[in-house]
C-alpha cells in the first residue's frame, strides 16, 4: 500500500503565497473540538482561487484528456494524490471516507513505475478536459463561442455618450471574431437593436415604466412558445444548419440578435456612429427619466431564450440612477435626493427594498440560465450598486465605479475584459464548485461571487455563514483572480474521538468544473492535507500554522456581511473583542503586566491588520455612499488575499537620494520634505511628494542635464506605479500630488495618526500632522496589551 506524504500539501514558499493549489487557511494545523476550535477565536477558513493559473515555477501537469475517477456515493470525492493504492489488486482507498474502489478497465496498466498524474504527490492540483473541445472526451462538437450583450444606458450627456462610443469601438475591435455580439440601449424606453437585419435600422422598444416578464418579451421578440429547456420551439427541417454547434431551435434568435463579430462588425459600428442622447424631454427640477430594470429584464430574457446554459455576459454601461419602472432607486424629482446610509439605517429609503426584491428576482434568472451581470457605472451621481450588488455577485460579474466614461478608470478596465495574451483576465462561464471533507469536517458556507445550488449533504453544517446549506454553488462567472472564502466547522464523531480510531491528518477537497476561455469544459481538482492536533496541550503547533494575513482578510469578509445582515451589529467592538480574546489566547505574558506582553511573529502583524480594518472604509461608511461601500464589499469578497490585504492595510514604499525604493512605515511620521512615498491601497495609487521635491520640480530642475539623477527619483514612482496597475483589476485611480496639497488627504487618510495637532510640538521638520481624534496605533497596542494581560 502506499500514499503521497502529507508533508508535501504544506503551504508554499513566499515567492507565491497562495501556493500551487490557490488555497491559504487561516489555520494551517485544526483543533480536534468544537470548543478548542471557538477559543482560537478566528474562525476556521479557507480562501481558495478556482481558476487561478498556476505560477510558471510550478511543475503543474498540463490538463488531462480523460475523465477523473470518484469515490462511491455518498462521499463522490475524486482520485487524488493522498489516495492509498493496492497495485496488485487494482484498488485504491479514498483518503476522505475510508472507502475502497476499484480501478476501472483503462487503468489495468496502473503500478508503481507507471502512476497517472493525478497520484503524483506533487500534483494536488489536477485539471482535466471533460467536454466542449473537438476530438476531447465527450465533446460535442466545436465549442461554443462567448456571447457578450452590450447594455448602454443613453441618458447621459454627448461628451459621455462619445466616450461610451469610443469604448465600444475599441473593444469590438479585440473581440474574437466568432465572438457572438448584441446590443440593447436604454433611456427612458428600452430599444433592442435587430443586428441580423442590416438593410436599415430594426429596433424592437420597450416601455421602461413597468416590469416585464420573460414570456412577454419572448412575445413581442416573435421567440415565442420556449420549451421546458428554454428554447423557443421554432420549427427547425431534419439535419438543418446549427449555428456554432447550438441547439438548432435556438438559431433564429441567435441569427437576428445575436451576430459573430465577423457578420456584424459594419452594422454595429454604423449604430454606434447614428446613436444620440436619449432625446425624452427632461423638465426642470427632474432627473432623466432612466428604465435600468427593464432593460436588464430584457437582456436577460433574450439570452435566456437564445443561449440557456452557455456562457454569456451582460455588460451594463450605466450613466445615473434608475428613475423609473423595476429596479427604481431614486423618483425623478431632484428635490428627492438618493438614499445614504442614515436613510437605510433609519428605514427611511421608500425604494430600496423593492429594487433589491427585483434584482435578487433577475439574479436567480441569470444563475438559471448560466449568465453573467457585469456592471460599469460610470456617474458622479449614485446609480443603484447597492440594489444590483445580489445580481452582479451571485452571478460572478465584474463591477467597476468610476466618476466618468472618459476616466482612465473605466477606459482602461474596460479594455482590459476583452484583452489576450497575459493581461488577460481568464474570463471562465459556467462554474460550479463542489467540497468534499473528512468525515469530522463540516461546511458552514461560502462569502464571494457564487449562489448555492442548495444540495444538502452529509458535510453541511447546521451555523450557516453566507451561501449555506449546501455542499454545490454556482458561479456563472470567474476569472483567474476570483477567490471565494469558505468556512468550517469541526464536528467529531463519537468514534473519531476515541483513542486509536483517530487520523492525524484532514483531508478537504475542491472540484470546480467551469468553461474555459477556450471553450473547454474542464474540471478542476484541488485536494489539500492538514494536521489535527490537541488544542489544549499543544498550542505550539496551532500557532506555527497560523496565517495572518488570511485571517485578517476572512475577518473582513466576515464582518462585511455580518454589517449587511444585522442592523445592530457594531463591527469595531466586535473587532476589538475578538483581537483581545485572541492575544490572551496565543499571547506570551505575564498576568496583569503588561510590558511582559509579546506575541508570536505569526500574530505580529495581526494587531495591525485589526487597526487599519477598524478605521477602514469596510467598518467605516462614514462619507462614503452605499454604492461605493457595496463596490468595496464586492472587491473585497472576490479578490485574492494579497489583494484583499492591500485594501485593508496599504503599503508604502519611499523613493530618495539617500537610499534604493524601500517600504516604510503606514505612518505620518514616514512624511519627509525631501522624499517621494508612493502608497498602493489597491481602489487609488499615490504618489505623493515632499515639500522640497515639489519645489525643485516646479523651479524644473530635473530638465536640466546636471540633476539627471532629480530626474530620475521623480521618475522611479511613476515605473512602479504602472507596474502595478497594469497587473490590477479594476484598474485603480493614479493620483499625483504634493505635500499640504488639496489631494495629500488620499494618502493622509491612509496613515496611522502618531503626530496630530495635539502633538505638533514633536514633530519633525519637514514631516507633516494629521487633523483628527483617532487614536494612534502605539495608544492602541497599549490598550490592547493592559487588557489581554488581565483576561
Not at 463591477?399 to 482602461?412: I, T
Not at 462554474?431 to 449533504?457: A, R, Y
Not at 447546521?462 to 462567472?477: E, L
Request: proline fraction near 7%; include cysteine; glycine fraction near 6%.
Amino acid at each position: 500500500m502506499s500514499a503521497a506524504d502529507p508533508s508535501a500539501a504544506a503551504p508554499a514558499a513566499a515567492a507565491d503565497p497562495d501556493g500551487p493549489d490557490a488555497v491559504r487557511l487561516t489555520w494551517n494545523a485544526w483543533p480536534r473540538s468544537k470548543v478548542e476550535a471557538s477559543r482560537c477565536v478566528v474562525p476556521l477558513a479557507a480562501t481558495v482561487s478556482p481558476a487561478r493559473v498556476p505560477d510558471r515555477s510550478t511543475a503543474a501537469p498540463p490538463p488531462l484528456p480523460y475523465l477523473p475517477l470518484r469515490c462511491k456515493p455518498p462521499c463522490s470525492a475524486l482520485l487524488n494524490p493522498f489516495a492509498r493504492v493496492d497495485f496488485a489488486a487494482k484498488i485504491w482507498i479514498c483518503p476522505l471516507c475510508f472507502s475502497r474502489n476499484h480501478f476501472p478497465p483503462h487503468y489495468a496498466a496502473i503500478s508503481e513505475s507507471n502512476v497517472p498524474a493525478e497520484l503524483f504527490p506533487q500534483c494536488s492540483t489536477v485539471e482535466y478536459i471533460v467536454g466542449g473541445a473537438p476530438g476531447a472526451p465527450g465533446a460535442a462538437g466545436a465549442p461554443p463561442p462567448p456571447v457578450f450583450l452590450f447594455v448602454i444606458d443613453t441618458c447621459v450627456i454627448e461628451e459621455e455618450l462619445e466616450y461610451v462610443k469610443m469604448a465600444m469601438r475599441k473593444a469590438v475591435a479585440l473581440l474574437p471574431e466568432h465572438a457572438l455580439v448584441g446590443l440593447v440601449t436604454f433611456g427612458t424606453q428600452v430599444h433592442l437593436h435587430e443586428l441580423g437585419f442590416s438593410d436599415l435600422s430594426k429596433i424592437y422598444v420597450f416601455r421602461g415604466t413597468k416590469e416585464i416578464s420573460k414570456e412577454q418579451i419572448l412575445d413581442q421578440l416573435g421567440l415565442t412558445g420556449a420549451g421546458r429547456s428554454g428554447f423557443p420551439k421554432i420549427p427547425q427541417q431534419p439535419g438543418g444548419p446549427q449555428v456554432n454547434g447550438m441547439h438548432p431551435a435556438a438559431t433564429a434568435g441567435v441569427n437576428r440578435f445575436l451576430l459573430p463579430v465577423s457578420e456584424c462588425e459594419c452594422t454595429l459600428s454604423t449604430l454606434l456612429d447614428e446613436l444620440q442622447s436619449d432625446q425624452w424631454p427632461v423638465e426642470a427640477g427632474n432627473r432623466a427619466m432612466r428604465c435600468t430594470g427593464v432593460a436588464l429584464s430584457v437582456a436577460a430574457g433574450l439570452l435566456g431564450a437564445c443561449m440557456p446554459g452557455t456562457g454569456a455576459r451582460i455588460i451594463a454601461l450605466l450613466g445615473g440612477p434608475c428613475t423609473e419602472g423595476p429596479g427604481m432607486i431614486v423618483s425623478k424629482d431632484l428635490s428627492e435626493p438618493v438614499r445614504s446610509h442614515k436613510d437605510l439605517d433609519k428605514d427611511a429609503a421608500p425604494h430600496f427594498q423593492k429594487a433589491v426584491k427585483f434584482y435578487d428576482g433577475l439574479a436567480k434568472q441569470l444563475v438559471s440560465q448560466g449568465h453573467v451581470l457585469d456592471v460599469f457605472a460610470s456617474a458622479l451621481d449614485q446609480v443603484g450598486l447597492a440594489e444590483m450588488k445580489v445580481a452582479i455577485e451571485r452571478t460572478g460579474g465584474l463591477v467597476v465605479l468610476s466618476e466618468s466614461f472618459g476616466h482612465s478608470v473605466f477606459k482602461d478596465s474596460f479594455k482590459r475584459i476583452f484583452e489576450g495574451g497575459e493581461q488577460s483576465l481568464g474570463l471562465s462561464f459556467n462554474g460550479t464548485i463542489e467540497i468534499n471533507c473528512s468525515k469530522d469536517i463540516k461546511v458552514q458556507g461560502i462569502i464571494g461571487p457564487c449562489t448555492s445550488l442548495e444540495k444538502k449533504g452529509a458535510v453541511c453544517a447546521d451555523t450557516v455563514v453566507g451561501q449555506g446549506n449546501t455542499t454545490a454553488w454556482k458561479m456563472c462567472g470567474l476569472d483567474r483572480n476570483t477567490s471565494l472564502t469558505v468556512f468550517f466547522d469541526v464536528s467529531p464523531s463519537e468514534r473519531s474521538s476515541q483513542p486509536g480510531h483517530q487520523n492525524p491528518h484532514l483531508y478537504i477537497q475542491f472540484v470546480t468544473s467551469y468553461q474555459h476561455p477556450e471553450g473547454q469544459m474542464r474540471i478542476r481538482v484541488t485536494t489539500i492535507c492538514r494536521k489535527w492536533v490537541d488544542g489544549s496541550t499543544n498550542t505550539e503547533e496551532l500557532v506555527e500554522g497560523f496565517d495572518q494575513e488570511t485571517a485578517a482578510v476572512v475577518l473582513a469578509r466576515y464582518i462585511s456581511l455580518k454589517m449587511e445582515m444585522e442592523e445592530e451589529f457594531d463591527a469595531t467592538r466586535w473587532l476589538d473583542r475578538s483581537l483581545i480574546r485572541l492575544c490572551s489566547r496565543f499571547g506570551d505574558y505575564r498576568k496583569d503586566d503588561p510590558s511582559s506582553f509579546s506575541l508570536h511573529s505569526n500574530f505580529s502583524l495581526f494587531p495591525q491588520f485589526m487597526f487599519n480594518l477598524r478605521r477602514s472604509q469596510f467598518v467605516q461608511v462614514f462619507n462614503n455612499s452605499p454604492d461605493e461601500t457595496a463596490y468595496f464589499r464586492m472587491l473585497l469578497n472576490r479578490e485574492s488575499v494579497t489583494n484583499s490585504v492591500a485594501m485593508i492595510q496599504p503599503s508604502l514604499i519611499s523613493f530618495s537620494f539617500d537610499s534604493p525604493p524601500s517600504p516604510v512605515f503606514l505612518d505620518v511620521a514616514s512624511i519627509a520634505a525631501d522624499r517621494i512615498l508612493l502608497l498602493d491601497a489597491y481602489f487609488s495609487v499615490v504618489i505623493f511628494h515632499g515639500m522640497t521635491i515639489a519645489q525643485w520640480r516646479n523651479m524644473g530642475y530635473q530638465n536640466q542635464p546636471e540633476h539627471e539623477q532629480f530626474a530620475q527619483l521623480l521618475q522611479s514612482p511613476h515605473e512602479e506605479a504602472q507596474m502595478i496597475i497594469k497587473g490590477r483589476f479594476p484598474v485603480p485611480r493614479l493620483v499625483v500630488c504634493d505635500q499640504h496639497g488639496s489631494q495629500a488627504r488620499f494618502l493622509l487618510a491612509k496613515l496611522n495618526p502618531s503626530a496630530t495637532y495635539n502633538s505638533a510640538h514633536d514633530v519633525a521638520p519637514g514631516s507633516d500632522i494629521i487633523f483628527t481624534d483617532d487614536v494612534s496605533f502605539q495608544v492602541f497596542c497599549e490598550h490592547l496589551q493592559r487588557l489581554a494581560v488581565q483576561s
